[in-house]
């Protein structure tokens, strides 16, 4: 019943918005694509790190945490 409640009051604020008259700067498409950048090579590496894990589970070795 709450999800409902919600549901309605997000489509009730979308439905009376009014004009922001707002003013984007021309370096705003320069940092999301420094962001969607950032996050693509951020997500290569999560991915590298994990299937080196995977890889080094499977092949038997273990680390000495001794080192």
């Given at each position: 019943m709450r999800l409902m409640h919600l549901i309605v009051?997000?489509?009730v604020i979308l439905c009376c918005t009014r004009n922001a008259?707002?003013?984007?700067?021309?370096?705003?498409?320069?940092?999301?694509l420094q962001?969607?950048?950032a996050g693509l090579v951020g997500?290569?590496?999560?991915i590298k790190v994990f299937w080196l894990r995977i890889k080094?589970?499977?092949s038997g070795?273990?680390?000495d945490n001794d080192e």
């Open positions: 009051f997000a489509t008259y707002a003013y984007l700067d021309p370096g705003t498409g320069s940092y999301l962001i969607l950048i997500a290569a590496f999560s080094d589970f499977f070795k273990k680390k």
